[in-house]
């Protein structure tokens, strides 16, 4: 789950069974803890729990990523289900150019000449490179450089 730097989010875990499970986060500080929201309802013969905490607002200097684990378990026939799940939340960032500016690159015609940008961004953003809005094809395998 990615929440953008300086954005709030909500840190969900469901589970579904028969009886109704029991659901709770491991490890969850009191801050947390204290903004906890439970749901449940019923589909067929089956329950749903659901817990939920809001986050944030979040920004980079929160480490970048928090990883939260749902534990669901309930019991039938005597026999103890148990069903972990890891929720990763990332602080992202929009695309930035790295070095705020465009080299010039000079080349004389029949010449071969590369092409680079440098870029940062969480998710990793992807490059697009258009001539006179046109699509071109990639070259290498992170798109951050183009030859002509």
Not at 108 to 137: D, H, M, Y
């Amino acid at each position: 789950m990615y929440v953008q730097d300086g954005s709030s989010g909500e840190v969900r875990c469901e589970a579904q069974g028969s009886p109704m499970p029991r659901v709770w986060f491991e490890g969850l500080s009191a801050q947390y803890a204290s903004q906890l929201e439970t749901s449940e309802g019923t589909v067929g013969l089956s329950s749903t729990k659901e817990i939920s905490f809001p986050i944030g607002p979040l920004n980079l200097d929160e480490s970048g990523q928090h990883t939260f684990t749902c534990t669901a378990t309930n019991t039938h026939a005597g026999i103890v289900y148990t069903k972990t799940q890891a929720v990763k939340v990332v602080v992202g960032y929009p695309a930035a150019w790295v070095n705020g500016t465009w080299p010039v690159v000079e080349t004389t015609k029949g010449e071969s000449a590369v092409l680079f940008c440098e870029f940062s961004g969480i998710p990793q953003p992807t490059v697009t490179w258009l001539r006179n809005g046109v699509r071109l094809p990639i070259v290498d395998d992170n798109g951050n450089s183009y030859h002509v």
